[in-house]
């Protein structure tokens, strides 16, 4: 019963955080016109304003929190440390430093398309991130682990702020949208070919509930339940960093989101796998859009970065969890 009205109290915070996007802005529109526009039956102008220009943020949104989240609790769950999301971990650094480097490159090679490489090269420097965090911390100490992170995540912000000074105006600028965590693309092919991606990767984490729950349980337990450790782990730390890469691929540098979801779902509905990735998801759709709308309506008609709205939100959780642990 508590678990179901936890879902019910975050679904419908989701609601209003969706409606909020759609409703509010430079136009604002009432909720019978946007009902009325989402099923067909609104005016021209209400219309215009539901389909082109704020369903892309909302579905952004989703597609960022969904990935972060599952990123997150994937994360977590490998680390056995609650206190790591891909932003921690220099995951996030590592993408944004790969997608930065081919902004640079394709300044000077026309043919590059930043459009075409972006996944891969965000993948790339994901991957070359977490590997370099785990080799220093090959002797699991979770602290040393977490401070490792947050020195690799300086330095490659170091690297970047490097190659920001040697662009020209244009590029930099792109570059800082991204690294201030903005939905820089809204297209529809853009946003379609990455929440298939998003959905097809977290389907497969679905699928290994049993061997994640089986992990869970210990290494030695696990394996006497004829789980093949080595290649669950390997594969679950795969989907976790393609999840994070799509994430910074579409929303930019955005952080903590995967941190704080995991945590808040493990308090609402314990820790049992499949009701905890559930709730995740939910929590860091809610956060990902509830930021959506605070960065496009607190200074209108400035328009803020959602990472920094983001960021805002979810750092004293952050801290409060770091004293927490501290104690301990």
Known sequence: MKKTIAYLIVSFLAIVSTLACFMFGDIHLSLNQVVASLFGFGDQVSTLVIWQMRLPYVVAALIC???????????????????????ILGVNAGASLGAVILIAASARFKQLSVQTWLPIAAIIGASCAFFLVRQASAQHDRLRLLLRGVALTALLNGVILMLQLNMNAFDFERVLTWLTGSFW?????????????????????WL???????????DDM?????????RTKSLLMALAIGLAAIAVAVGGAIALVGLMSPNIAKRLVGSQFTT?????????ITLMLASNAVANNLFLPATLPVGLVVAVITMPYFLMLLFQKTEV
């Not at 929190?65 to 891909?86: I, Y």
């Not at 290994?208 to 210990?218: A, D, S, T, V």
């Not at 905890?276 to 860091?284: A, E, F, K, T």
């Open 65 to 87: 929190g969904t990935a972060l989240a599952v990123s997150g609790l994937l994360l977590q769950q490998l680390t056995q440390n609650p206190l790591v999301d891909s932003s």
């Open 185 to 205: 693309n809204v297209d529809g092919q853009f946003l379609a070919g990455y929440g298939l991606a998003a959905v097809v990767l977290v389907v497969v984490v």
């Open 208 to 218: 290994l509930r049993h061997e994640f729950n089986m992990l869970n349980l210990g």
């Open 222 to 230: 696990a394996q006497a339940a004829g789980v093949n450790i080595k």
């Open 276 to 284: 905890r990735m559930n709730m995740s998801i939910v929590v860091g």
